[in-house]
């Protein structure tokens, strides 16, 4: 659960991080909020040192929780309900993280 927790956490960074420059290139928001972006994005990176696995298996299972985040964001933040396709693509892609992540050693 910590590493899921951890893998979660690392996404929210990445997609805020990425999210606030593109309000600002596509909606006309404040440059201001490159700042907190930059910071947010910071933090992504510092996040991923923290992951317990060789860098390679941890980007490739963190993809399967990024996805996974986006489609809640999309939910949440853009107001766009996913349709049973996402969350077919979400089962596929935590499947195969839980397959890279924890595997046996």
Known sequence: MKTF???VLTALAEIVGCYLPYRWLKEGASAWLLLPAGCS?????WLLTLHPSA???TYAAYGG???SVAVIWLWCVDGV??????WAGVALTLA?????AFQPK
């Open 5 to 7: 927790t951890l893998f």
């Open 41 to 45: 994005l910071a933090v992504f990176a």
């Open 55 to 57: 860098a390679g298996r």
């Open 65 to 67: 929780v990024y996805i």
């Open 81 to 86: 309900r996913p349709t049973s396709w996402d």
């Open 96 to 100: 195969g993280m839980g397959l890279i």
